[in-house]
């Protein structure tokens, strides 16, 4: 799954990067990232758990927005954490999303 385009598809939005943007778009906007944590057994990283965040940015409260992101992730079957607060720097507010998701490394 390309996280980009499925954040764009299930939102509407354009404005979709990973990790930043060069110059602040119009609101809304979506920024996401992923950490990556290898892990295993037998002297193996054939785990990886990857931590997902995703952040709405808007001048408003956006519920709609909100909806399709939980409704989106509810549907994968995603266990995730939801933040909301005022950037006070940028003027708008953030909801934060958080989830994990381990994955099974390929054999090399």
Known sequence: MNLE????????I?????NRFPKTPPFPYIVYAN??????????????N???????????????LEQKIEN????LGIEYDKEREWQDEE???????????LEKKEEN
């Open 91 to 101: 003027k708008c507010y953030e909801t934060y999303y958080e989830y994990d998701n």
């Open 14 to 18: 354009e404005n979709v990067k990973e």
């Open 5 to 12: 385009e499925e954040l764009k598809n299930i939102t509407g």
């Open 50 to 64: 990857i931590t997902t965040a995703i952040a709405l940015y808007d001048n408003k409260i956006n519920r709609i």
């Open 72 to 75: 989106w992730l509810d549907n």
């Open 35 to 48: 950490r990556e944590s290898p892990r295993g057994a037998d002297n193996k990283n054939n785990l990886s």
